[in-house]
Structures are given as C-alpha cells and as structure tokens.
T-cell receptor
Framework: AQSVTQLDSHVSVSEGTPVLLRCNYSSSYSPSLFWYVQHPNKGLQLLLKYTSAATLVKGINGFEAEFKKSETSFHLTKPSAHMSDAAEYFCVVSGVGNTPLVFGKGTRLSVIA | GAGVSQSPSNKVTEKGKDVELRCDPISGHTALYWYRQSLGQGLEFLIYFQGNSAPDKSGLPSDRFSAERTGGSVSTLTIQRTQQEDSAVYLC?????????????FGPGTRLTVL
C-alpha cells in the first residue's frame, strides 16, 4: 500500500526567502510522485511529477523536487518565495496497476511581505 | 480551452435530502475520478471510471453514495439521505487514461454543506 506524510501542516516564509515543503512516502512499488498546488477557490494544478527518469524534477513557477530513495523523501523547494506562491500544496503517490492516487493532507504555505 | 467543469459550485442542503453533483470532464479523457476534500484533510478517493469498464467503487464511504457516467462523458455523483459529515468539497478529475503517468486535471469542486 502507498502512503504519504506531509510533515508540516503550515509553513510561513518571507517573500524572497527559500521554500521547503517536506514529504515522505511509503510504497511497496517503485513509486510515482507528484506535487499539486491548490490556490484559494481554484482547482488543483500539477506542479511537477517524478517518473523515475531523473531524481531532480523541475516544475512550473520555479519549483523543484528531489526524489531520495534512501530517505523515502520527495521534498518540494523553491529558491525565492513570491506572494503568489501562497496556497495549499499536496504531495501525492501512485503505485503501479490500478491503485488510485494517494494524497497527503496538505501543507498551507503563507508568504509574508 | 475547456477544462473540467463541475456544477453546482456550492450546494446547501438539509440533512436527509438527496443531492446530485455533476462533472463534465475534458473532451477525449477516458478516465474520470471523484474525490472528497474535508476540512484539514487531504483528498479522499471515492470512485473511478475508465472507459466502458466497471467503475472502481472502492473508495465510496457508504451505500448512500453512488455515481454514474453516461456515454463515457458526463458523470453524476449522488448522495442519498445526506448527513452532516458529508459536508465537504467534492472534486472531479479527468485524465487521458488510467496509467499513472497521465496527469489528472481537476475541476474547481462543489462545496456541499449539509445543515
């Protein structure tokens, strides 16, 4: 069975400082991992996905994530936060076959001017 | 281009009433998913449709919940005899296929409030 744990329910950073949103996963298979973002009153949008091609994955809006098998982690980072990054972020895991996507509980990112 | 649309955007109902939530997937997407997002929780998988195959209903929380997908396109999620714990945002997503590499595109959701 697959599961994800987002280690922080809320992260607050100042504009222009780095962002780190932590995610650990558990999977019986070689996992596929995703980060989705949800802005207020908007649908979920895919930020990036790991599909075993490269351990460092670059996504939209300057975000990237690194797959570390030894640490079972897939943390999301961005060098410099922007006010528009304030949103809810979800780490997601999928195994092979017909298993549905499994979402973490989300991390709310606040960006302070 | 048209994305996934859902209606209504908000629904307020009384306990015990039935509700229907609608999802229009992206044209050409064969896979359609329903999720529930409760306050402070992640997304909970409810049901999944793939083409003409029997749906995967493994996530439905009770037999009060059902869904259908007519003509391989529009889907309706029905909740009978609603309870207050059914209050949540119901999200629909579609993708080109079921394979894990197919990105799921989400609609804006229907916020259901059961009084």
């Amino acid at each position: 069975a697959q599961s994800v744990t987002q280690l922080d329910s809320h992260v607050s950073v100042s504009e222009g400082t780095p962002v780190l949103l932590r995610c650990n996963y558990s999977s019986s298979y070689s996992p596929s991992l995703f980060w989705y973002v949800q802005h207020p009153n908007k649908g979920l949008q895919l930020l990036l996905k790991y599909t075993s091609a490269a351990t460092l994955v670059k996504g939209i809006n300057g975000f990237e994530a690194e797959f570390k098998k030894s640490e079972t982690s897939f943390h999301l980072t961005k060098p410099s936060a922007h006010m528009s990054d304030a949103a809810e972020y979800f780490c997601v895991v999928s195994g092979v076959g017909n298993t549905p996507l499994v979402f973490g509980k989300g991390t709310r990112l606040s960006v302070i001017a | 281009g048209a994305g996934v649309s859902q209606s209504p955007s908000n629904k307020v109902t009384e306990k015990g009433k039935d509700v229907e939530l609608r999802c229009d997937p992206i044209s050409g997407h064969t896979a359609l998913y329903w999720y529930r997002q409760s306050l402070g929780q992640g997304l909970e998988f409810l049901i999944y449709f793939q083409g003409n195959s029997a749906p995967d209903k493994s996530g439905l929380p009770s037999d009060r919940f059902s869904a259908e997908r007519t003509g391989g396109s529009v889907s309706t999620l029905t909740i009978q005899r609603t309870q207050q714990e059914d209050s949540a945002v119901y999200l629909c997503a579609s993708s080109l296929g079921r394979e894990w590499w197919n990105e799921q595109f989400f609609g804006p959701g229907t916020r259901l409030t059961v009084l």
